[in-house]
């Protein structure tokens, strides 16, 4: 067995958790989270702005999450989730994190980083043409929406997109996505 998944959120120390979840993703659970987090930011009167913002990359992540995990490897403790993932919202100084978890054969590494780091290296404005062009160009896949999800996590929130790959075993590695979310344009 490869290292404890929840290691790297353990060591995120700042910022206050609004929500932690571990677990199968599913539309219930979806939908229970989305709505745990849009009352806890109203319950503390953040700005509406910054609460919808939060709201919709909230939505794409965990849709990211529901439609791109791989399957658990065989020794893993949760054997139950058909779709295992870990999501955490944290209240920061300027904003809210986003980070979320899930298993990742390593054949499908490469592809995935290649795409964050075109996207991290591309300018607010490339990211908008990117976004256009995949939505006129590219078909919808059977996980999803033809690669959008990312590109418009970085289109929404204007920050780089943070994310490490850690080694489970020979197949496996797991993924974690570090998304700012704060008031800039």
């Known amino acids: 067995m490869g290292f404890d998944v929840e290691s790297y959120l353990t060591e995120q120390?700042?910022?206050?958790?609004i929500l932690y979840y571990k677990g199968n993703i599913d539309s219930e659970v979806i939908n229970h989270v989305l709505d745990?987090?849009?009352?806890?930011?109203?319950q503390v009167n953040e700005q509406a702005k910054l609460r919808k913002?939060?709201?919709?990359?909230?939505?794409?992540s965990l849709q990211n999450l529901y439609h791109h995990v791989d399957k658990v490897p065989s020794d893993f403790e949760d054997q139950s989730a058909e779709k295992y993932g870990l999501l955490m919202v944290k209240k920061i100084e300027n904003g809210y994190k986003i980070i979320t978890g899930n298993f990742i054969r390593k054949e499908n590494i490469e592809k995935l980083e290649e795409r964050i780091k075109r996207?991290?290296?591309?300018?607010?404005?490339?990211?908008?043409?990117?976004?256009?062009?995949?939505?006129?160009?590219q078909r919808i896949t059977n996980k999803g929406g033809g690669g959008l999800g990312l590109v418009d996590i970085a289109r929404k929130t204007g920050n780089k997109l943070g994310y490490q790959f850690k080694d489970y075993d020979n197949e496996h590695a797991?993924?974690?996505?570090?998304?700012?979310?704060?008031n800039s344009e």
């Open 13 to 17: 120390k700042n910022g206050e958790v």
């Open 53 to 60: 913002k939060v709201y919709n990359v909230l939505v794409e």
């Open 119 to 137: 996207i991290n290296r591309s300018s607010q404005e490339e990211i908008k043409e990117l976004y256009k062009f995949i939505l006129n160009h």
């Open 36 to 42: 745990t987090v849009e009352d806890k930011l109203i």
């Open 174 to 182: 797991f993924f974690y996505l570090d998304i700012l979310v704060d």
